[in-house]
């Protein structure tokens, strides 16, 4: 069973710090691995959308990775501003009409 | 082109009266997933309907029951409500089990049981 970990649970930084979220999965037989970011009490919105057979994608100031052998993925985020505060949420596709989410990773820029 | 569009965005509701919640999915698409998001489970999978049929299942009580029309439009009820069932209920749509281009999200219906 497809198991998803975001690490840290919540990050709070100062306005214009570059960072980085994790998420590691368990099974790496896996087709994709969408990064999402969720507003209080909104739907889902779709960040970024990687392949496994590729290792990055790149949005604006937004860039994600992917090792599928080691299980893990990364968001990095250049220049954060307050305007990024929400939770990112890592998806796995594992080809099963499912995703499987991790519990999300929420984050605070203060001005 | 319109996104997933979820109504209604909020609904109040009584324990032991039940609910139907209605998603239109993206225009060709016609795969629907349902999700139930909670701050304590986070976002787990409901079922997910591909032309009209149901294709996985999440491990669900039988209260939970869903349906998909020849248009892709897909509805979830919800039967004998629990407090426990107050979430954020989120339909995703695909062209192909998002293996392509991935899930695309609607806003949302939250449900609250009183």
């Known amino acids: 069973k497809q198991e998803v970990t975001q690490i840290p649970a919540a990050l709070s930084v100062p306005e214009g710090e570059n960072l980085v979220l994790n998420c590691s999965f368990t099974?790496?037989?896996?087709?994709?691995l969408q990064w999402f970011r969720q507003d209080p009490g909104k739907g889902l919105t779709s960040l970024l959308l990687?392949?496994?057979?590729?290792r990055e994608q790149t949005s604006g100031r937004l860039n994600a990775s992917l090792d599928k052998s080691s299980g893990r993925s990364t968001l990095y985020i250049a220049a954060s501003q307050p305007g990024d505060s929400a939770t990112y949420l890592c998806?796995?596709?594992?080809?099963?009409?499912?995703?499987?989410f991790g519990k999300g990773t929420m984050l605070l820029v203060s001005p | 082109k319109a996104g997933v569009t979820q109504t209604p965005r909020y609904l109040i509701k009584t324990r032991g009266q039940q609910v139907t919640l209605s998603c239109s999915p993206i225009?060709?698409?016609?795969?629907v997933s349902w999700y139930q998001q909670t701050p304590g489970q986070g976002l787990q999978f409901l079922f997910e309907?591909?032309?009209?049929?149901?294709?996985n299942k999440g491990n669900f009580p039988g209260r939970f029951s869903g349906r998909q029309f020849s248009n892709s439009r897909s509805e979830m009820n919800v039967s004998t409500l629990e407090l426990g069932d107050s979430a954020l209920y989120l339909c995703?749509?695909?062209?192909?089990?998002?293996?392509?281009?991935?899930?695309?999200f609607g806003s949302g219906t939250r449900l609250t049981v009183v």
């Open positions: 995703a749509s695909s062209l192909e089990r998002g293996i392509e281009y991935g899930y695309t």
């Open positions: 099974d790496s037989a896996i087709y994709n």
């Open positions: 990687i392949q496994s057979s590729q």
């Open positions: 998806a796995v596709n594992s080809g099963y009409s499912t995703l499987t």
């Open positions: 225009s060709g698409h016609r795969s």
């Open positions: 309907y591909f032309s009209e049929t149901q294709r």
